[in-house]
């Protein structure tokens, strides 16, 4: 199947600074991606559509000014997140669907202290 | 987007068969129905895909009645190594896929 990688795996960061988060296709391209947030025993919930070449698209709810996505490739998405606070401590997934099905990265764990 | 139902939880024991049902009332005539397993600390992982009928592969099954409004994962002899939540989501193209709550599925020796 389809692969699709992040990095970094684990980041921790001070409140007040900003991390970025890459989420890559290996072995396809995708022009659009899709960023996903998970806290501890909840489900996946969408953040925001990651479109190659134009802006992304956010969910209801997500700050798009804390959240800054970049699609500046058709095999790279990043997610920044600003000014973090605890808050934003959370597992972090993208993917992308090459085909019929949507291939998740492996996530990011970003702990915010 | 069509909305998906499961249960949130299910116990079976290793060696049996496991069945995991979701409702989609509301699906589209060119949605899909896929399911995937999440462990924890992982990105979700694709088991099964189908649109009617019948659907096997390697780990599992997948079984959608003619109106298309449920479906079926079935896990043949499952193991320890199978608990895991389990997602049935319903989409289509680039559609977004919305996730439910899943099925935490647990497996007892």
């Known amino acids: 199947g389809a692969v699709v990688s992040q990095h970094p795996s684990r980041v921790i960061c001070k409140s007040g600074t900003s991390v970025k988060i890459e989420c890559r296709s290996l072995?396809?391209?995708?022009?659009?991606m899709f960023w996903y947030r998970q806290f501890p025993k909840q489900s996946l919930m969408l953040m925001a559509t990651s479109n190659e070449g134009s802006k992304a698209t956010y969910e209801q709810g997500v700050e798009k000014d804390k959240f800054l996505i970049n699609h500046a490739s058709l095999t790279l998405s990043t997610l920044t997140v600003t000014s973090a606070h605890p808050e934003d401590s959370s597992f972090y997934i993208c993917?992308?669907?090459?085909?019929?099905?949507?291939?998740f990265g492996p996530g990011t764990r970003l702990t915010v202290t | 987007l069509a909305k998906t139902t499961q249960p949130i939880s299910m116990d079976s024991y290793e060696g049996q068969e496991v069945n995991i049902t979701c409702s989609h009332n509301?699906?589209?005539?060119?949605?899909?129905i896929t399911w995937y397993q999440q462990f924890p600390s992982q990105g979700p992982r694709f088991i099964i895909q189908g649109y009617k009928t019948k659907v096997t592969n390697e780990v599992a099954s997948l079984f959608i009645p003619a109106d298309r409004k449920s479906s079926t994962l079935s896990l043949p002899r499952v193991s320890l190594s199978d608990t895991a939540v389990y997602y049935c989501?319903?989409?289509?193209?680039?559609?977004?896929?919305?996730f439910g709550k899943g099925t935490r599925l647990h497996i007892l020796p």
């Open positions: 509301n699906i589209a005539t060119n949605d899909y």
């Open positions: 072995d396809f391209q995708a022009t659009t």
């Open positions: 989501l319903v989409g289509a193209g680039d559609d977004k896929i919305i």
């Open positions: 993917s992308a669907k090459p085909h019929l099905e949507q291939y």
